[in-house]
């Protein structure tokens, strides 16, 4: 296993303080670096090998200044500051709305306040779009609660329909997945009751054809300067439910014209930090821009075992260290989420036989013989005793 970084004193480096699961533990543990997370009770990542201490929280948006208050007094207990680490809006958002508070305890890479705000509300995504001419679908506005279901809308059909920001409501409604694909204006006529009662501003947007396997990713680390130091290309191979689902399954790719938009698109944006660029690709070959999401994501697990560890970068950067090596990511290289990647194995009509070897050939997933407790207990813990089950690193702090 890679070694990590030593300052002068060969004292270890700063702790790396996760705000994720193992898909951003995992990383940072395979460059040889100690983690402290930020999860909830019971947690696969709490039972890490790379895990050393652990903040437990049931819910960020749920008192989040308090849960700021427990990481201050964590970080107050620490040697040296940590390296934060977000991987959802969620975290996202507290990180940077607390920035001038949390960066008195912790190190961090993040995009302008400003920025962050604009990418990660579509509506405001939209007018950014329109401002600085990105190549997005054309999108509009549409308020189920406050306004009745329009006679027409300025689009052409198919479209999706998806919230404004990610929100449980959302998620939990049934059906619904990460967008909806409305066929014409009648069919939006008719959905609009159940838009109106999730209670949450929508935006309405031209669909380019083809399945989720057409969507395709950039990932990138611009450090300080705006210098790229690291990056990738990867793709979709399934979702669950296949269409507008979540990913199960991913695969590093080397597509030229994927890195040359995103490379361009970080430019424009004036981008600081990491960033994953969704596009979709039309039938003409063409990218539409999705959406652009300013943090850390499961895509730097595989990025990683493909060579190009984003979050390795960031921390050598920000403790003045050595940056690792970096070459071109592996193309090929795959990650799967594997129980729900055999749901949408199963929908897509892939066997259990021809299913097994592909998945075991997986160089990202949950099993990992070098670390095999957070999947091992994440599968026993309902046979285990309470405080097994929630478990975790002596001295973990919580969040209340």
Not at 71 to 82: D, I, N, S
Not at 150 to 158: A, C, E, N, T, W
Not at 302 to 328: E, K, Q, S, T, Y
Request: aromatic share 6%; net charge neutral; proline share 8%.
């Amino acid at each position: 296993m890679p070694t990590g970084h030593a300052n002068a004193a060969n004292i270890p480096p700063a702790l790396a303080c996760v705000m994720g699961d193992m898909d951003m533990v995992r990383p940072l543990g395979l460059a040889g670096l100690r983690c402290a997370v930020v999860t909830h009770p019971g947690a696969p990542a709490l039972h890490s090998r790379f895990t050393r201490d652990a903040i437990l929280w049931d819910d960020p948006a749920r008192n989040p200044d308090g849960l700021v208050e427990v990481m201050m007094a964590f970080a107050r207990g620490q040697p040296e500051k940590p390296v934060l680490y977000f991987q959802d809006d969620t975290q996202l958002l507290l990180v940077s709305r607390n920035r001038a508070r949390l960066a008195e305890g912790f190190r961090f890479a993040i995009a302008d306040a400003e920025l962050v705000e604009d990418l990660v509300d579509k509506g405001r995504f939209q007018a950014l779009a329109e401002r600085l001419n990105l190549p997005v679908p054309a999108t509009r506005r549409l308020h189920p609660t406050r306004e009745a279901a329009p006679d027409r809308v300025d689009l052409r059909f198919p479209v999706i329909v998806k919230p404004l920001t990610r929100r449980r409501v959302w998620d939990e409604a049934d059906g619904f997945a990460k967008a909806i694909q409305v066929n014409s204006a009648e069919e939006l006529r008719v959905l609009w009751p159940r838009l109106a009662a999730v209670g949450l501003d929508l935006l309405v947007q031209e669909m380019i054809p083809g399945p989720e396997t057409r969507i395709e990713s950039y990932h990138v680390y611009a450090d300080e300067r705006g210098g790229v130091a690291g990056e990738f290309t990867g793709a979709k191979i399934r979702t669950h439910p296949l269409a507008y689902g979540h990913s199960t399954a991913l695969t590093i790719t080397d597509a030229p014209d994927v890195a040359a938009l995103g490379r361009s698109l970080t430019e424009r944006l004036g981008l600081r930090g990491v960033a994953k660029f969704d596009f979709k690709r039309a039938p003409d070959g063409s990218l539409h821009l999705l959406e652009v999401n300013p943090r850390f994501n499961l895509w730097h697990h595989l990025g990683a075992v493909a060579g190009v560890n984003l979050p390795a970068l960031v921390h050598a950067d920000l403790l003045g260290l050595p940056r690792p090596a970096v070459g071109r990511a592996r193309a090929g290289a795959r990650w799967c989420h594997i129980t729900k990647d055999r749901l949408a194995a199963k929908e897509s009509g892939l066997s259990m036989a021809a299913w097994l070897p592909w998945v075991l050939g997986c160089e990202a997933k949950a099993i990992a013989l070098d670390d095999p407790m957070p999947f091992l207990h994440n599968q026993l813990a309902r046979f285990l005793p309470s405080r097994a089950r929630h478990g975790a690193p002596d001295g973990a702090m919580t969040a209340q």
